[in-house]
């Protein structure tokens, strides 16, 4: 089975800032991953898929980039929205959707 | 615009069954397959499972296989996810989600929050 590690598992960042979450998986997954932000009390929503596509109606300051093993989401510079949870997603794998453990973005 | 709704949330026994629901509109409900996800509390993301509505094609993880079972009523478009003998560790919030091609889950419901306790 594919594991999906996310780094950081927590960070402090504030509004304005550029931050970078990294997702590593333990086997190739070409491009096949997709990035969520998630609110307490909220389903998730998508951001991000194949790697880099931006889902339609996602701020463009969101971006995603990476393939094989190595991928990260980018907030170019955070908005007081963003402080949420965010989760990788691989789905390389036949029928098989393997999230990360999250990273939560907390305002410093 | 796709929307997924799903059933409110329950409150059983140890013991008990239970299914709950997640309906679709603003789609072709037989062309899109929907997941399962669990997320117990303060915790991460699962996937539980999908079905195929339009052939009930059904797959399930591993971890899930054997625990739960998933369905579907294409008449009134909607997906199931049911338990015939609830333990406490069954307490999470369970979401449906609908999966585009080839596999990011686009779409979600609210969620359904399932509390087991005696």
């Known amino acids: 089975d594919i594991q999906m590690t996310q780094s950081p598992s927590t960070l402090s960042a504030s509004v304005g800032d550029r931050v970078t979450i990294t997702c590593r998986a333990s086997?190739?997954?070409?491009?096949?991953l997709a990035w969520y932000q998630q609110k307490p009390g909220k389903a998730p929503k998508l951001l991000i898929y194949?790697?880099?596509s931006l889902e339609s109606g996602v701020p463009s300051r969101f971006s995603g980039s990476g393939s094989g093993t190595e991928f990260t989401l980018t907030i170019s510079s955070l908005q007081p929205d963003d402080f949420a949870t965010y989760y990788c997603?691989?789905?390389?794998?036949?029928?098989?959707?393997?999230f990360g453990q999250g990273t939560k973005l907390e305002i410093k | 615009e796709v929307q997924l709704v799903q059933s409110g949330a329950e409150v059983k026994k140890p013991g008990e069954s239970l299914k709950i629901s997640c309906q679709g509109s603003?789609?072709?409900?037989?062309?899109?397959?929907i997941a399962w996800v669990r997320q117990m509390p303060g915790k991460g993301l699962e996937w539980v499972g999908i079905?195929?509505?339009?052939?009930?094609?059904?797959r399930y993880s591993p971890s899930f296989q054997g625990q739960v079972t998933i369905s579907v009523d294409k008449s009134i478009n909607t997906a199931y996810l049911q338990w015939s003998s609830l333990k406490a560790s069954d307490t999470a919030m369970y979401f449906c989600?609908?999966?585009?091609?080839?596999?990011?889950?686009?779409?979600w419901g609210q969620g359904t929050l399932v509390t087991v306790s005696s």
């Open positions: 086997q190739s997954i070409s491009s096949w």
């Open positions: 079905i195929y509505p339009g052939d009930s094609d059904t």
């Open positions: 194949k790697a880099s």
């Open positions: 603003g789609y072709t409900f037989t062309n899109y397959w």
């Open positions: 989600a609908g999966r585009s091609d080839p596999g990011e889950f686009d779409h």
């Open positions: 997603q691989e789905y390389n794998s036949f029928f098989m959707y393997t």
